[in-house]
C-alpha cells in the first residue's frame, strides 16, 4: 500500500485517543489501515488494549501487528471505534462501504461509544451523494431487489471483483447506487431499509463523535 501523506496523518492521529485498557473498534480501508499500524506500536510498546475489527482484513492485519482481538460474546464495552469513510459531511454524516464492509463497520460503529472517522481531505463533501451508495444484499433473488431500487431511483450497480461478484465478508452483495445528489439522508435511509433484500446500507447519519481529516503537507483537522 502506497504512503498517502493525508491517510497517514489522520490515522495516526485517531490512534492518540486510545488509553490504556479501552476496547477499539478497528475499521477497514486505506485510512483506518494507519491507525491499525499505529495501534500495534503502541500494544507492542506495552498498552494494554483489546480490539474488535471490522472485517476479515483489518483482524488479519491487527493479528500481524499483534493486537488482541476479542471474540464478540467477550465484549462488555466498545469504547472508541475508529474508521474510515467514502464521504462525509460537517454534520458529521457519512457515506461508507467502498471497501465492502459496512455491515459489520455499522454493527460496530452502533455498538462504540464514540465513532473517530479517519480521512484525507478528498472525502469532506457539502453534500453527500457523489459517490455511489454501496447497499449489501442477499444473494438471494438479487435480480428482484435489483429492480426494486432501480425503480426507486436508485440507478444501481452490481459491484464486481475481478469480474465477478463482489462477496462481502457475510456472503452478500454489493449494489452500488448512484444517486450524485443525496437531498434527504434520512428518509432515502428509511426508504432503503424498507425495501425486502436490502440488508444494510452504506449511510451512516447519526454515529460518527469526531471527522480527522489528514492533509497532504501532513496537518490534521478535526470536526466535532
Ligand atoms: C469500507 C469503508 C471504508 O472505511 C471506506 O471505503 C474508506 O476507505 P479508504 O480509507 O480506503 O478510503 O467504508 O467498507
Redesign the pocket.
Known sequence: MQTDIG?KAAGEKAAEYIKPGMTVGL???????YAILRIGELVRAGMEIKAVA??EQSEQLAREQQIPIIPFDKVEKIDIDI????EADAQLQLI???????LR?KIIAVAAKEMLV???ES?LVKQLGKFPL?VEIATFAWELTFKQLAASGANPVLRLKDNNRFVTDNGNYILDCRYQKIHNAAALEAQLNSVPGVVEN?LFLHYASKLIIGYQDGTVREIT
Not at 475499521?27 to 489501515?33: E, I, M, Q, R
Not at 461508507?96 to 459496512?102: E, I, S
Open positions: 491517510k475499521g477497514t480501508g486505506s485510512t483506518a489501515y471490522t472485517s474508521d474510515g469513510a467514502d461508507k462501504g467502498g471497501g465492502g464492509a459496512l463497520e479517519v480521512m484525507d472525502k454501496p452504506g
